[in-house]
């Protein structure tokens, strides 16, 4: 299993960062990004602190570690400013908080994020197909999640992947242990939205692909 986008206590999350390291260890992980919220309030905060642990845990344990962010709720004006900070900070992965059908995230988001220097736009509910194939044409990769509040637009992440050609990753958006799944269950959410054997094994390769750019790491190796 990897996953690229997990919450520690530095944002809504339960656990400190270590303890979901650990814990994504025990569960036979490969790689994980800790990916907490952040805006203009605690960008320079969060960012360099999880930067900071997943250095001195690196080569501990046997996990690939990624120290990225998640900007959220942000006003799509200020994604730009803020993306160039959190890489300036440390960021290796940088997500957006996509329009998700639980939250009054501003419209046009979707958009935005997709015009955006990033690599994932997490749960991006009823996305439409004109973005899905931005996503495709800028290599930003659609997720679907297996965080319960966010899972019911999988299936329609999915039609529009398709349709569009774009790229899709399944992570977990943990915000704490219980979320956490191991291959078989990231399978069956995959099963449940509606992707094929051979389509669930492209998308578990788009994880590691991303893992590779930005870490350089190697598959069976981390």
Known sequence: MIDLHTHTLLSDGALVPTE???RAHAKGYKAIAIT??????????????????CKKLSGIWDIKMIPGCEL???PPERFSELIEEAKRLGAKLILIHGETL??????GTNRKALESDI???????????????????????????ARSIHASTNSHVVEMARKAGASLVLNTDAHEAKDLVTDDEAR?????????DGEIAIVFENSKRIVEKVTEFTPGTG
């Open 119 to 145: 690599a994932i736009l997490t749960h991006p509910g009823l996305i439409s197909l004109e973005d899905a194939k931005l996503a495709r044409d800028n290599g930003i990769y659609l997720e679907i999640t």
């Open 20 to 22: 979901l390291i650990r």
């Open 72 to 74: 959220t709720h942000v």
């Open 102 to 107: 639980a939250e009054p995230v501003v419209a």
């Open 188 to 196: 069956e959410v995959a099963r449940a939205a509606g992707l094929g």
């Open 36 to 53: 907490d919220h952040v805006d203009d309030s605690n960008i320079d905060f969060v960012v360099p602190r999880t930067v900071k642990v």
